[in-house]
């Protein structure tokens, strides 16, 4: 089986995330995959992260077993919802794949797990134990490479993630909150009884409009500004009620270096000056929905010292870069395993209306993924 068909035969398996609606999980997918190791006689675990929800660790034992790298690669994807193609029926047209997962990230997917495959029936020997991980909920919480983290560590990781075939080392955090503001309820023929929560948060909405402009100050040299959104806002109950509540979700980019608390603090310290100015407002700052870690990945890791002298053999662009999105590889480094991004596939493809890849760069890959295998030590 060459990676095209593989790829075919994972997009084919429906693994749409189960805390999306109608999402089944990873289940069938994670099955396939432990099928195929089976198959090759590579020794795997699958253990559940959440009931039903597996991850797949496949080993290929090593001349040096004190040393590990991990390839890893998470099996969900985004719903379906909006797709304009059949979502789990691969076509290859002009020399992509159109699929919903085909770019993020199944292709890296079946890249990593023939490589694995590929040492077995060559009969090659890596120089230390090389582990593939395919891991579920990547794309809603990254539980699965939280759990996997709580007994499993290596002394470098490749994670798969659509980044046109750039060697990525840095990645910005994500962090999530709430902000609710409390009103007065009170029938709108008599506002003077009443505390207008909307107008309230319209007030911190522009200030924080300035403060975004602000934080913009900050800048790294791979991954550019800090940024945040407020992304969502919602309050009252009827048009004819003055309203009681309304609360405001941000979303702020996080570049190494800053502090989750340290962030928040800032806010905080925003909110208090608000509060001092307007009668009768009410501020509250929401625990955190996601908190997700930078990646930053020293040049002169051997991960990385190796990951660019395999391109360079290869052929290939071994620059350093950056990317704005988040991906399990924060979470490998918050617990100690430097790690880099690898894969096919461009992040505007990913989770699109008519998601792709081209096949060119799935090949690529794969032989990437398959040089490293041989060459880490």
Avoid at 132 to 159: N, P, Q, W, Y
Wanted: charged share 25%.
């Amino acid at each position: 089986m060459d990676v095209v068909e593989l790829l075919k035969n994972l997009v084919s398996i429906n693994s749409v995330n189960a805390f999306y609606a109608g999402g089944p999980g990873e289940a069938a997918c994670a099955a396939y995959i432990a099928e195929f190791w089976k198959s090759s006689g590579i020794e795997y675990h699958v253990e559940d992260a959440l009931p039903g929800r597996p991850n797949v660790l496949a080993r290929l034992p090593g001349k040096n077993s004190q040393r590990r790298l991990l390839l890893e690669a998470h099996t969900d994807t985004v719903t379906v919802e909006g797709m304009t193609i059949p979502p789990f029926v691969p076509e290859i047209k002009q020399g992509r794949m159109y699929g919903r997962g085909s770019c993020d990230t199944k292709a890296g997917l079946a890249g990593m797990v023939l490589a694995l495959e590929r040492a077995k029936r060559e009969r090659f020997v890596p120089h230390c134990d090389v582990f593939m991980g395919a891991i579920m909920d990547e794309e809603h919480s990254c539980l699965g490479i939280r759990h996997l983290c709580k007994s499993f560590t290596a002394d470098a990781a490749i994670v798969a993630e659509p980044t046109e075939l750039a060697l990525v080392v840095a990645s910005k955090g994500v962090l999530r909150w709430r902000i609710r503001t409390r009103g007065r309820a009170a029938h709108s023929s008599k506002i003077e009884l009443g505390i207008n929560a909307i107008h309230h948060m319209a007030r911190l909405v522009v200030a924080l409009e300035d403060h975004h402009q602000t934080i913009q100050q900050t800048v790294h040299p791979l991954l550019g500004r800090a940024t945040a959104n407020v992304g969502l806002i919602s309050g009252g109950v009827q048009v004819n009620f003055v309203p009681d509540s309304c609360v405001i979700e941000i979303d702020r980019r996080v570049l190494p270096g800053e502090s989750h608390m340290d962030i928040l603090d800032g806010y905080r310290q925003m909110i208090a000056n608000i509060e001092a100015s307007i009668p009768d407002a009410s501020f509250e700052i929401e625990p955190a929905t996601i908190q997700e870690p930078c990646l930053d990945t020293a040049p002169d890791q051997p991960i990385v010292q190796c990951a660019a002298t395999v391109l360079r053999k290869l052929g290939m662009d071994d620059t350093l870069r950056g990317v704005a999105y988040g991906s399990d590889a924060g979470r490998l480094q918050e617990a100690g395993v430097p790690s880099i991004l690898y894969g096919p596939g461009s992040i505007d493809q990913a989770h699109t209306a008519d998601e792709y890849i081209e096949i060119d760069q799935v090949e690529k890959a794969h032989e990437f993924y398959y040089a490293m295998l041989r060459e880490f030590e």
